[in-house]
């Protein structure tokens, strides 16, 4: 069979316990060969778990694992030459430095001694390190240390690049930064299996993705298809200066607007925001009315798009703020 | 040949991070100075008793030597999450174990070289049989260092490698018959001795220093062989059944 039509990674029914805790449950799904593929789901879901059984660190209870034509179940460690590992947290030597860590890296893959500093060379001036190279590992700030772990698991140009949460804990600008050059890693045929909790994340980078909730896959698609359902819909976000209750007037002003206009459906994802969501278009001026002549004032009411993470609310049935945001979590690093 | 470069960089790599550091230099110095004294000292049968107490110095310094670095390369490394690394590379879980392995075996050579070239700068050891000798302290070496390799992978943290070494160590410096003869003991305890791989190179090096062992010394030797092969075994069995779980 050609290598193009065999998927990079395939997994059926796949299981994992660790006693009583269920971490994977019978999951099944494929990788194309060069897709960026995106796993997405809350804290403890199973992702870091998953990672592990694919690249070797952990053996399943049941099923089975393909990577390209490589039986991984059969032989764990036989497809390691294939994979590059990002693990969730840095794990690099701290008393090496940045440029022997990445060098460290390269040799472990049988890479020569020119080759290993070259591309040392070249990553830590990729990842904006090069003034820290000779610096100990142990010294850099967190998000220099997620940039170097990242270097450290492409140096060797692994065919397929395992990334665990890898914009966790990074500033905003950082994280575009290296969102750009997985994109780029993506193009240039690495095929990519990404996991994260930001779905604006999962939705900007991956082409196919699948939502992962407690140890089973509840939804798994092409952005494009799992989006298509949602395209149906009419939303739109209000956001009040000022007026807003705060409970329990909210309940009340919440009832009130549901009888006055049963065709639409309301939600709070924030202090002073009201959410509205209909199968056809909402007229904006009467629901304005209601809520000036119920005191409060409406600063601004805009159209919503559907985001994945409609999707994900109603796949999984979770709320919307177990999943995480990049804006919350600016980190201290780079 | 792509293997060997990475063989060669995880044993550099812990020679140079954790060896060649000038706290474990000086104590692989200072201990063997120490353990040598005190029993000089002790014997007080001046520089005549130093062929009779090289070999339990030397024994003792590879054990000390190798089971106390194991904690840190291995254990410290699986601790902080670098040891996945290792696991994740394209190379045979064997021989990436012998290149975590190697640089203890090097090292406790190494410190067994300290209390040998004291005594030979106080007394003459024309009549040891050096090739044996060798032999010896390239079995201890291994043997000890495999012994500490089960120990570390036993543990998870490395205060735990610590105590548990030191309960498997110190009664071996009596039990092996370093420092007297295993004939003294109790014979419940004897029984204990013959299943120390230490008893058997213990029995080698008095064989070689001074001639007097109990067991032939190809028959040490095989067991002493015997006993890396278990142990390294057994180490990698545990490692894949508790960390590639
Ligand atoms: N070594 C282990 N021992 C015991 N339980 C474990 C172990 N590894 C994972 N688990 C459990 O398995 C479940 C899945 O964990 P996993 O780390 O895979 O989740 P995750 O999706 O990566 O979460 P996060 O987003 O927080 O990284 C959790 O309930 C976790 O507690
Ligand atoms: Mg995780």
Redesign the pocket.
């Known amino acids: 069979m050609p290598a193009e039509s065999q998927p990079a990674i395939a997994v059926s029914r796949l299981s994992k316990s ?2 009583a ?1 269920r ?1 994977v449950a019978g999951v099944d799904f494929t990788v194309g060969a060069g897709e960026l593929f995106g796993f997405l ?10 990672i592990n059984l694919l690249t070797g660190l952990a053996r399943p209870d049941a099923g089975t694992i393909r990577v390209g034509d490589i039986d991984c179940t059969a032989r764990p460690r036989a497809a390691q030459h294939l994979l590059g590992v990002v693990p ?1 947290e840095s794990n690099l030597y701290p008393e090496l430095s940045g440029f022997d860590n990445l060098c460290f890296c390269a040799a472990l893959y049988g890479l020569g001694k020119k080759e290993r500093q070259t591309r040392a060379e070249e990553l830590l001036a990729a990842f904006e390190l090069s003034g820290a190279a000779a610096r100990k590992f142990a010294g850099y700030s967190k998000g220099m240390k997620r940039r170097l772990t990242i270097a450290a698991g492409i140096i060797h140009r692994p065919a397929i690049l395992f990334l ?2 890898p914009t966790t804990g990074i500033d905003v600008a950082s994280a575009r930064r290296l969102r750009q050059l997985i994109a780029q890693l993506n193009q240039d045929g690495t095929t990519i299996f990404l ?1 994260t ?1 930001y779905i604006e994340e999962a939705e900007r980078l991956c082409r196919r993705i699948a939502f ?1 909730v407690e ?1 089973r896959i509840v939804g798994c698609d092409t952005v494009a298809n799992l989006l298509e359902p949602e395209r149906e819909k009419y939303g739109l976000l209000v956001v009040c200066s000022e007026g807003m209750p705060a409970q329990p007037g909210l309940r009340n002003l919440q009832d009130k607007l549901a009888a006055a206009f049963p065709d639409l459906a309301f939600t709070i994802p924030a202090p002073e925001q009201l959410r509205v969501e209909a199968a056809a278009p909402i007229r904006v001026a009467p629901l304005v009315r209601f809520l000036e002549e119920a005191g409060i004032e409406v600063a601004e009411a805009r159209r919503l798009r559907p985001t994945l993470e409609d999707v994900f609310v109603k796949i999984t049935g979770l709320g919307r703020e177990i999943m995480g945001r990049e804006k919350e979590k600016r980190g201290n690093g780079g | 040949m792509k293997l060997w470069i990475a063989f060669w960089n995880i044993l550099g790599k812990d020679l140079r991070t954790y060896y060649l550091k000038p706290p474990n230099l000086s104590w692989g110095l200072i201990f063997p100075l120490a353990w040598g004294g005190m029993f000089f000292i002790k014997s007080g049968s001046g520089l005549g008793s130093i062929a009779e107490l090289l070999p339990g110095v030397v024994a003792v310094s590879i054990l000390f030597g190798t089971t106390s670095m194991l904690a840190v390369t291995v254990t410290f490394e699986k601790k902080n999450r670098s040891f996945e690394r290792l696991l994740l590379a394209p190379i045979p879980f064997e021989l990436l174990m012998l290149a975590k392995t190697s640089g203890a075996i090097c090292f406790g050579m190494l410190n067994a070289l300290v209390p040998v070239l004291m005594a030979a700068l106080l007394t003459d050891l024309a009549g040891v049989n050096w090739s044996v000798f060798t032999a010896a302290i390239f079995l201890i070496a291994v043997s000890s260092t495999f012994l500490g390799l089960l120990i570390a992978v036993a543990v998870s943290e490395i205060f735990e490698a610590q105590t548990l070494s030191n309960f498997f160590r110190f009664p071996m410096m009596f039990l092996c018959g370093l420092f007297f003869p295993i004939a003294l003991l109790p014979v419940p305890l004897q029984a204990i001795s013959w299943l120390l791989p230490l008893t058997y190179g213990a029995d080698l090096l008095h064989g070689t220093v001074h001639g007097s062992h109990r067991l032939p010394l190809a028959l040490n030797l095989t067991i002493l062989a015997l006993f890396c092969l278990a142990l390294f075994t057994l180490s990698l069995h545990q490692i894949r059944r508790r960390w590639i779980a």
């Open positions: 660790f006693g805790v971490a789901g809350p804290n403890g879901a199973g992702k870091t778990t998953i969730d665990d949460e996991t909790h992962i140890g």
